[in-house]
């Protein structure tokens, strides 16, 4: 029975996976690898794919600067894995390659340092599919940075793109300078220039950081964008565990300790955190003929990254696919700290299949805002954290997906495989 579900699970990613990709090369009557043999590789993107597609709207004035995308081969870009991407924590003392970083003491404060860039870059999107992004140190959505209440989060930034931009964090910041906003502090930052931006870690939660430079839409739409993770301190939660309940009735000493255990559970630095596999998820979308609405949805960027693609079945997927369902042990708790990055859509959602978790409104309360749902929405910048437990379900692939119909047939749609 397995193989079977595997195998219509795989056909139906793939005849989605095909139609978005042929919509967007143009060609709907040849197959996406005739396409894509008939133009080669490498050089159909400047051959002007693209230009076949027209726009509806002019108020992108830049847009033949920027404006070009086109079918260049299959993931080609393998750099940015969204696989790896889902489990990429950034504390200072371990993250991804690409972000220098590093971890100190100063005035009695952990300092949780990283150096970002904004850059212009090529993404891939689907299959063949490429976009012209603007991307902090190159990747989509930007590098997950995680810290610890109290913290204080530096990010040197530098800004290598052509175009002027910055970094606004959504924290509780207490100085009008670090806003990352074109009218405080350094204002908007040109080619070539830097900054450093200082937060401190507050509150407990999972975080939004993007581009306020102007057009807003564009800069945010581009690419700039990323999650920050504020891990709860354990102790702090024991000491004002108001802070962190929207609950007015006594607190007894049991309600106390459970809630010092969900923190433990949240911070990375207690081996309470081990017990759970946590995974980063950015909903997002792109433009990719510049009118103002989307043609490609996704989870962290990759069109049916994580569908079904080719496997043998009993959860050994082929070496290199790029597409695959996401594989979790059903013993473990799982957390995903989601956020909506979504632009020209009013909301996007996620949904789980025969599955129903709880959900915490932007992560800062250690008690469910929403108890045993199986859908919730966000809009542009809103985020939360769902904890969704397997144990009971038996093992195969349980589909999760936008509930905006028509995000799910363009690319947000996933599987989560059990076992
Ligand atoms: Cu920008």
Redesign the pocket.
């Known amino acids: 029975m397995p193989s079977i579900d595997y195998d219509s699970a795989a056909d139906v990613t793939e005849r989605l996976e095909q139609r978005l990709v042929e919509s967007l090369t143009g060609e709907t009557s040849v197959s996406r690898r005739t396409v894509l043999g008939g133009l080669g590789v490498a050089g159909s993107a400047a051959v002007g794919l693209g230009s076949t597609r027209t726009s509806a709207s002019s108020d992108h004035q830049d847009e033949d600067e920027h404006g070009s995308f086109g079918a260049v081969g299959e993931y080609r870009d393998l750099d940015f894995d969204p696989h790896e991407f889902l489990t990429a924590f950034n504390t200072g003392d371990s993250g991804q390659d690409n972000v220098p970083q590093q971890i100190y003491e100063e005035d009695g404060r952990t300092v949780r340092e990283f150096e970002f860039t904004?850059v212009d870059t090529t993404i891939t999107i689907a299959p063949g599919v490429e976009f012209q992004a603007?991307a902090y140190n190159g990747q989509v959505p930007g590098p997950t940075i995680r810290a610890i209440e109290g913290d204080l989060i530096r990010v040197k930034f530098t800004n290598f793109?052509r175009?002027?931009?910055?970094i606004h964090p959504h924290l509780k910041n207490l100085n009008p300078r670090m806003d990352g906003i074109p009218q405080n502090g350094p204002g908007v930052l040109n080619t070539g220039e830097s900054f450093t931006y200082e937060w401190i870690a507050q509150p407990a939660g999972t975080h939004f950081y993007h581009?306020h430079?102007l057009p807003l839409k564009e800069?945010i739409h581009?690419g700039?964008y990323g999650t920050i993770i504020v891990d709860p301190d354990p102790e702090r939660v024991r000491e004002n565990p108001r802070d962190y309940i929207n609950y007015p009735g006594p607190i007894t000493d049991d309600f106390r300790t459970q809630l010092v255990e969900e923190a433990r559970s949240r911070n990375h630095e207690y081996a309470e955190n081990d017990a759970v596999n946590e995974m980063v998820m950015v909903m997002n979308s792109f433009d990719t003929n510049f009118d103002g609405g989307n043609e490609v949805y996704a989870a962290n960027t990759r069109a049916f990254g994580y569908g079904v693609g080719d496997t043998d079945g009993n959860g050994n997927w082929t070496a290199g696919e790029t597409k695959r369902p996401i594989q979790i042990d059903k013993n473990e708790l799982q957390r995903v700290y989601l956020s909506n990055a979504t632009e020209f859509d009013l909301i996007n959602s996620f949904h789980t299949h025969s599955q129903f978790f709880d959900y915490y409104d932007h992560g800062t309360t250690l008690t469910p805002t929403f108890k045993t749902v199986d859908t919730i929405m966000q809009c542009q910048a809103q985020r939360g954290i769902l904890e969704i437990d397997y144990s009971d379900h038996e093992p195969g692939l349980y589909m999760f997906h936008a509930h905006q119909s028509e995000f799910a047939e363009l690319g947000w749609m996933s599987f989560f495989e059990v076992v």
């Open positions: 904004a603007w793109g175009h002027a931009h910055t581009c430079s800069h581009r700039l």
